[in-house]
């Protein structure tokens, strides 16, 4: 029952930021470890950054120090802050729980790097 929507994807210039947001319906959604995922032509699926019901987070080498991750239990909500962008982090970003199949996948918002 719960769903997933992203928003907040577009093109940036490399060097520049982007802020992408998940909505989410369902009443346990403060029950889940979330987490954002992305994927670029070709590539599969991985595992940018996670965070606890509490706050906890964790990042992929690839992005730690550059993202940040939060969310707002009240507002049933989790964003990504995404500041010095690479070519390399073009791709459709996803949020979801990390037990996957729990909840299904939305479509996804893209975010292209490009000068």
């Known amino acids: 029952q719960v769903q997933l929507v992203e928003s907040g994807g577009g093109l940036v210039q490399p060097g520049g930021s982007l802020t992408l947001s998940c909505a989410a319906s369902?009443?346990?959604?403060?029950?889940?470890?979330m987490g954002w995922y992305r994927q670029a032509p070709g590539k599969q699926r991985e595992l940018v950054a996670t965070?606890?019901?509490?706050?906890?987070?964790n990042y992929a080498d690839s992005v730690k120090g550059r993202f940040t991750i939060s969310r707002d239990n009240a507002k049933n909500t989790v964003h990504l802050q995404m500041n010095s962008l690479k070519p390399e982090d073009t791709a459709v970003y996803y949020c979801?729980?990390?037990?996957?199949?729990?909840?299904?996948w939305g479509q996804g918002t893209q975010v292209t790097v490009s000068s």
């Open positions: 979801n729980t990390r037990a996957i199949g729990t909840i299904n």
């Open positions: 369902g009443s346990i959604f403060t029950l889940y470890v």
């Open positions: 965070i606890s019901s509490k706050g906890s987070t």
